[in-house]
């Protein structure tokens, strides 16, 4: 069973940046595709970015291509989020989410993910 843990969320100004890390435990985080998802008060969850197994492939959504970066460190079983010239637009709940089937290779949909993590508040004032 694996379990994820965020870190990294709180309150910036627009412009500013945040890292988001994801610390995964009970699994190892090359053998799972991991994404990042958010969910903005009285919205849906939606799919923010997601990189696979290795590392090598990345995929953004278009509202956070060319401002948000994902990357992995399989030696850490961590996954970060780094986000650039953030808009009040991005303020949500982040979530973590690790999928060890191997049927996409950087999965979009939230159908697709096994694991989940609590959650982490992001801010974003004008």
């Known amino acids: 069973q694996v379990q994820l843990v965020e870190s990294g969320g709180g309150l910036v100004q627009a412009g500013g940046s945040l890292r988001l890390s994801c610390a995964a435990s009970g699994g190892t985080s090359s053998t799972y595709a991991m994404g990042w998802f958010r969910q903005a008060p009285g919205k849906e969850r939606e799919f923010v970015a997601s990189?696979?197994?290795?590392?090598?492939?990345?995929y953004y959504a278009d509202s956070v291509k060319g401002r948000f970066t994902i990357s992995k460190d399989n030696a850490k079983n961590t996954v970060y989020l780094q986000m650039n010239s953030l808009e009040p637009a991005d303020t949500a709940v982040y979530y973590c989410?690790?999928?060890?089937?191997?049927?996409?290779?950087?999965?979009?949909?939230?159908?697709?993910?096994?694991?989940w993590g609590q959650g982490t508040q992001v801010t974003v004032s004008s």
């Open positions: 990189i696979s197994r290795s590392g090598g492939t990345t």
């Open positions: 989410a690790a999928t060890s089937s191997s049927t996409v290779l950087v999965p979009t949909s939230i159908r697709r993910y096994d694991y």
